[in-house]
C-alpha cells in the first residue's frame, strides 16, 4: 500500500484499486469486418473460378524437376551463396575498419564495384564471360609467361593448369556470382556490427592480454552478431528470391524456371506459377522462423528475459523495419 | 622526486609525455611504485591522470620518456643502439601481467560473471577450464558474488559488475592492478561495496595504482597519494600528509571544492545529489534504455 501524500489525510476518501472501462475502439472492428469481407471473396473466388486448377498447381508443386530445382537451385544455392557472402563480407568488415590502409583500400574497392553491379548483369557475365575469357587457369609464377618470352622460354614456370570448363557447372558459377555480390551488401551490414560494439571491450579484452584476432573472435564478434543477424535474415530472404535470376548464368534447376517450363508446355501459366509462389512463401516463412531463434540466442545477455518474450513496441517496429524493404 | 625507498620499484616510469592532436596531455611524469604499495592519482578531469595510467597498460603509446614494469621496458626495445616499437603480441604479453578495473566496468555482456573470470585464464594463459573456472569461482567469492555467477552482467548491479570486473582482472594474478575511476559510474549507495573489495586487497599486498575522486578512500588505504594537474604532476607524498596538508594552491582549492561536493551527496536529499551522482543516474538510465 502507498502511503498518502500530505495535505490529504482523509483516509476515508483514499482511492482503491481501478475498475474502469477500457478506451473502446470501434473503428478497429468496423476494419476487422471489411477484411474479413474482402478475405472471404478472395477465397471464394480461388474455389469457384476454376483457371485457378489448384489440383493442377499441387501436382506442379510435387512435379520432380520443379522440387529438383527447389532444392539445389533455389534451397542450397540460397545456402551456399549466403554461406559466401557471409564469411567474405564479414572478412571485407574487418579489412575495412583495420589499421592497415592497404586492407581498407581493397575492401572498399570491393565493396564499391560489387554493389554498383546488377546481380542479373553480373551473373550474365560471370555465366558467359568468365568461360570466354579464362577457358584455363594456370596456377604457377606470376608473368613467367609473359617473362619467358624474353629470355626464350616457352612456358614459363607453371605448376597446373586449371579446365575451367570442367568445374563450371552453372550452380557453381551461380553461387560464386551471388556470393561475391551478397559480400559486398554483409560486409556494409557486418561493419555496423562491429561499430556497434563498445570500443571498452575491445581494451578490456586487450587489457587482458588477448591478442587483436582473440578480442575480435571471442568478444567483438560474438556482440556485433546481435546487430548483424536481423538484417542478415532480411539478406537470406532476398537471395531466396534472388535465384530466380539464376536463369541468367544459365541454370535449369531451379525452381522458377523449372515452373516456367511448365507453363510453357502446358500453357497452364497461372497455376505452373502459384506452385512457385507458394514454394517460395513456404520456404521464406520457415526461414523467418528460423532468424527469430537466432535472434534470440545472440541476444542472450541484453536486457532481461521477460522484456524478450514479451516485445515491447520498440522491438515490435523493428522488426516491421525488417520485413519491409527487401530485394534488390 | 626525493623519495628513498625501495630500490627496485615495481613500476617505474621516467618523463612520461603524451600529446594528442598536438595538445600535451602528459609533461614529464615521472613515479615509482614499490611492490605492494598503493598509490592513488589525484586532480581535476583533464589532468591527465586517466591517461597515464592508461599508458602503463598501454591502451595509450607515449609519445616520451620510459616506463618499466618490474624491470621490464614497456613497449619499446632497444637493439644495435636503436629503440623499436614492439609488436603487438609482444604487447600483449606485457599486459598479462597488469590488470586494468575500468570506470564503465566493460564486462563482456555476452558471458555470465563467471565465463568472464574465466575467459582470459582460458584464452590467454590456456589454463584448462575446470581449473579456470574453480579459481573463477574462489575470486567471486572472494568479491561476494559466489551466488551470482551464472548472472549475465545486464542482471547485476553497477555495483556487482564492477565487483566482477575485479575479480576479471585477478583471475590473471597481475603483479599490478590499475584502477581507472572504479567508482564514478556508480550510484552513491553502491561506492561502499566496491570499495570494500579495493580495501581488502590492498591489505593483501597488492600493488595498485588508484585513478579516484573518493578522498576518503585515498587517505585511509592509500600509501600516497600523486596530485596531477594540467599534464604534470603537482605534490605527492605520503597520503594522510598531503590530504591533511595540502601544500601547494592548486592542491588546497582542488581538495576543498571536492571535499564540499562529495559532502553535499553524502546528504540523503534526492534534488542535492552531487553532479557525479546525476551523471551515474543518467548513465544506469541509459544503459538500461538499451
Known sequence: MTKTPEGREDSAERPGAIDARPVRHPWQWVGVVVIAILAAMLINSFVTNSKWDWSFVWRVMEYRPVLEGLVKGTIICTVASMVVGIVLGILLAIMRLSTNPVLRFVSFVYIWFFRAVPRYVLLVVLGVGVLYLYPTLDFGVPFSKELGHFIGLDDGATFYTLDVKSISSGIIVGIIGLGLSEAAYMAEIARAGLLSVDTGQEEAASALGMSRGKAMRRIILPQAMRVIVPPTGNETIAMVKDTSLLSAVPVSTELFFQANAVANSTYLVMPALMAALIWYLVVCSVLMIGQTYLERYFGRGFGSQSSNSRQGAPGRLRQLAQLGGGGK | ?290
Open chain 2, 1 to 290: 622526486m626525493t623519495d628513498t625507498r625501495d630500490p627496485r620499484p615495481l613500476v617505474r616510469a621516467l618523463n612520461v609525455s603524451k600529446h594528442f592532436h598536438g595538445v600535451e596531455v602528459l609533461k614529464g611524469i615521472d613515479l615509482d611504485v614499490a611492490p605492494g604499495e598503493v598509490v592513488c592519482l589525484l586532480g581535476p578531469s583533464g589532468s591527465g591522470k586517466t591517461t597515464f595510467l592508461r599508458c602503463i597498460n598501454q591502451l595509450e603509446t607515449i609519445d616520451g620518456g620510459r616506463i618499466w614494469v618490474d624491470d621490464e621496458l614497456l613497449g619499446l626495445e632497444e637493439k644495435n643502439g636503436r629503440l623499436l616499437r614492439l609488436h603487438d603480441k609482444r604487447i600483449a604479453k606485457q599486459r598479462r601481467e597488469i590488470g586494468m578495473v575500468f570506470q564503465r566496468f566493460n564486462l563482456f555482456p555476452h558471458k555470465t560473471a563467471i565465463a568472464n573470470v574465466m575467459e582470459a585464464p582460458v584464452q590467454v594463459r590456456g589454463v584448462d577450464k575446470a581449473t579456470a573456472r574453480a579459481e573463477g569461482m574462489a575470486l567471486l567469492e572472494r568479491v561476494g558474488l559466489g551466488e551470482r555467477s551464472h548472472h549475465y552482467p545486464s542482471q547485476l548491479s553497477g555495483g556487482q559488475q564492477q565487483r566482477v570486473a575485479i575479480a576479471r582482472a585477478l583471475a590473471m594474478k597481475p603483479k599490478l592492478m590499475l584502477f581507472d575511476e572504479p567508482t564514478s559510474a556508480l550510484d552513491p549507495e553502491l561506492v561502499g561495496e566496491v570499495l570494500d573489495v579495493m580495501r581488502e586487497l590492498a591489505d593483501d599486498g597488492m600493488t595498485m595504482i588508484v585513478v579516484t575522486h573518493e578522498i576518503a578512500f585515498a587517505r585511509d588505504v592509500a600509501d600516497r597519494v600523486v596530485f596531477m594537474d594540467g599534464g604534470v604532476e603537482v605534490e605527492s607524498g605520503p597520503a594522510r600528509e598531503i590530504i591533511a596538508n595540502p601544500q601547494h594552491e592548486r592542491t588546497k582549492s582542488f581538495l576543498r571544492r571536492i571535499l564540499a561536493e562529495q559532502n553535499e551527496s553524502a546528504v540523503p536529499q534526492g534534488g542535492a545529489a552531487g553532479p557525479d551522482g546525476g551523471e551515474a543516474a543518467g548513465q544506469s538510465a541509459g544503459a538500461q534504455a538499451e
